[in-house]
């Protein structure tokens, strides 16, 4: 038995019973381990039969692309085969939190509060005796949003008691607008850029039944296993609720439909947060019938529609997709096998496939809806409505019309203008283009006619570039509206290359403040031209190292692979002297010259 000190000499073994280097005698005793013997890897047979099964991975990845390709083309089938026998309808209940600091029956304050049942009324806690008074100013960003979805304001609306018990209400019922909202009869038009699916083509009008106002529920927390906990600081928080009538029949229409909801109330400040941070969520009514046959159901006053049932409380845009999907198969396939749908709450959790029952569906028998005694008729003016109009600002479809047509901008880059940072960006842009006109005064129209879209480039994809890689939210001040104008200013003129324009936005991005003229000259980045001579030399240099890629762009007419010549040139050509126009131009000449 050999004997290893395993502190100073791990690999090795010794015969001695004590370590030469620290006399450690206490050493482990380890069995002699028969080594394997390893056969030279040139003297290794394959098998004639591993040499058939083996697949090179180049193939196997193609084959794999290809099953997945199969398998989607194979869904988009059963899909496809799937609606032209089944009718999904959809009807969407959209609940979001107003901004406003007062509560919609108490005087308590609704702003945010870290400490629990510290911003609470009497009435919130339905304290026997306690009357709800009705806050005037919660109904300014109501009536903003009614308004920004074409809804008719109602002169005179009243107040109902929804009655159910549950620990979060804690007066056994909730004050709703049931039977006389404040605004009824409005729609919103969603377009491709929206997201809508394509089988709905170009454009569809979702009509909204009413907008009515509501109060919120106090907000549970649980503990398991046993305990539950109520803050009752949300307690008559003013919601609105956006009820549209049963008018969308593709899951993706209707996540399009949410999400605009949710761009629009922001654009007119009628929220402060949206679904990511629980200020706006999505109840989804789901019901679907077989093509041909007329349901007995009847919603919204549309009627011949199947039973249907209500997804609740969904926080994102995917999950009311995902949520749609989800109850559409369950609901097609318990009316294949010969069941009956019935009519239910259910619940959908992120990532899952299927929904599940929460509780058998309530109707308006079971919430006993009556007016509230308590609280008087809401009468609107017609001056006030048209005041708080007239001081909206522009919708965002208007906005997206007005950048396609007069700035010129693909609808690619308008929308996202249109929706980030709340319109901060748009108006650096706007910024930006009117710096850019009066500078660029002197050149010819057909320039200044690209200037729109070339500072929609800048803006959203260098100059976002820039924040998203480095992690930073929007900020207008780090480039400033005119420093970007001078430098696209400088590449208009052909004063520097669009690398070197690339390469200067980075450096006042990082905190250069020198005037963009002053360092440009310092840092030695004006364009000084190549001549004709050169750029050919720089050409036929790269076509002699890659003569096969050359027969390629001749033969094959792989023209694509130009740009990569052209890249070769900028690498191996001075730094910010090899304009790509007229790299391309030469290379053109030289490698699809007529032989």
């Known amino acids: 038995m050999l004997r290893s000190c395993l502190r100073h000499y791990p690999r090795a073994t010794v015969r001695s019973p004590f370590c030469p280097r620290c006399l450690h005698h206490d050493i482990p005793r380890i069995p002699k381990v028969h080594q394997p013997t390893f056969t030279p890897l040139r003297r290794l047979q394959t098998s004639s039969t591993d040499s058939q099964d083996r697949v090179p991975l180049r193939k196997q990845l193609k084959q794999d692309a290809k099953v997945v390709k199969s398998q989607k083309r194979l869904r988009r089938e059963q899909e496809e085969a799937s609606r032209q026998k089944w ?29 629990p049942n510290s911003n609470v009324a009497l009435f919130d806690l339905a304290f026997p005796g306690s009357q709800p008074e009705f806050q005037k100013e919660t109904l300014i960003p109501a009536l903003r949003a009614a308004v920004s979805l074409n809804c008719e304001i109602q002169p005179v609306s ?8 549950y620990q979060d209400q804690p007066a056994g019922y909730q004050i709703t607008q049931y039977y006389e909202p404040f605004a009824r009869n409005g729609y919103l038009d969603l377009y491709k ?13 979702i009509g909204i039944k009413q907008i009515q106002l509501e109060q919120d529920t106090a907000k549970s927390h649980e503990y398991p296993p046993s305990t539950q906990l109520l803050d009752f600081n949300r307690v008559s928080h003013p919601l ?3 009820i549209t009538m049963p008018q969308i029949h593709t899951p993706a229409t209707a996540a399009a439909f949410v999400r605009k909801v949710q761009a629009i109330l922001q654009s007119c400040s009628a ?22 046959d007329s349901g007995v159901h009847q919603y919204g006053g549309v009627g011949g529609l199947g039973q249907r049932t209500e997804i609740k409380n969904l926080s994102s845009f995917k999950a009311v997709e995902d949520a749609i999907i989800a109850e559409k198969n369950r609901q097609i396939a318990v009316l294949e096998s010969g069941g009956v749908i019935e009519g239910e709450t259910r619940g959908w959790t992120i990532g899952s496939t299927e929904t599940r029952k929460l509780r058998g569906k309530e109707g308006e028998v079971d919430y006993r809806y009556m007016p509230d005694p308590d609280i008087p008729p809401l009468r609107i003016g017609e001056d006030i409505v048209s005041t708080l109009t007239s001081g909206l600002p522009t919708a965002p479809d208007a906005l997206i019309d007005m950048l396609v047509g007069q700035y010129s901008l693909p609808i690619e880059d308008a929308k996202p203008l249109v929706e980030l940072e709340d319109g901060a960006r748009l108006e650096y842009y706007q910024d930006l283009v009117d710096i850019l006109i009066d500078l660029q005064k002197d050149l010819d129209k057909k320039a200044q006619g690209n200037l729109g879209r070339i500072a929609g480039n800048w803006v959203l994809h260098e100059l976002g570039g820039l924040l998203t890689k480095a992690d ?3 900020d207008a001040e780090r480039v400033t509206a005119s420093s970007l104008a001078s430098i696209i200013d400088q590449l208009q003129r052909k004063q520097i290359t669009g690398a070197t324009a690339k390469q200067v936005l980075a450096m006042v991005f990082d905190g250069d403040k020198r005037p963009i003229p ?29 003569p096969q890629m050359v027969e390629q762009i001749r033969d094959k007419n792989q023209l694509g692979k130009l740009g990569w010549f052209v890249g070769q040139m900028m690498r191996v050509g001075e730094k910010g002297r090899v304009e790509a126009q007229k790299a391309d131009a030469i290379l053109r000449e030289i490698i699809l010259a007529p032989k």
Not at 89 to 111: C, D, W, Y
Not at 273 to 285: H, K, P, Q, V, W
Not at 522 to 542: C, G
């Open 271 to 292: 929220v402060t947060t949206g679904m990511e941070l629980g200020g706006l969520r999505a109840d989804i009514n789901v019901s679907t019938r077989q093509r041909g």
């Open 240 to 242: 609105i609720e956006i």
């Open 193 to 205: 850029h929206d997201g809508i699916a394509p089988e709905d083509g170009d454009h569809v009008r």
């Open 158 to 165: 009243r107040f109902d008691r929804k009655h159910y018990f």
């Open 472 to 474: 930073l939210p929007w």
């Open 518 to 546: 002053q360092l440009l000259e310092e840092e030695n980045l004006i364009l000084r031209p190549l001549s004709r001579e050169e750029y050919v030399a720089l050409a036929q240099a790269a076509i002699e190292l890659h």
């Open 87 to 115: 009718e999904l309808t959809v009807g969407v209940e959209i609940h979001a939190q107003l901004n406003t600091e007062a509560k919609l029956f108490s005087r308590a304050t609704a702003l945010p509060s870290e400490l």
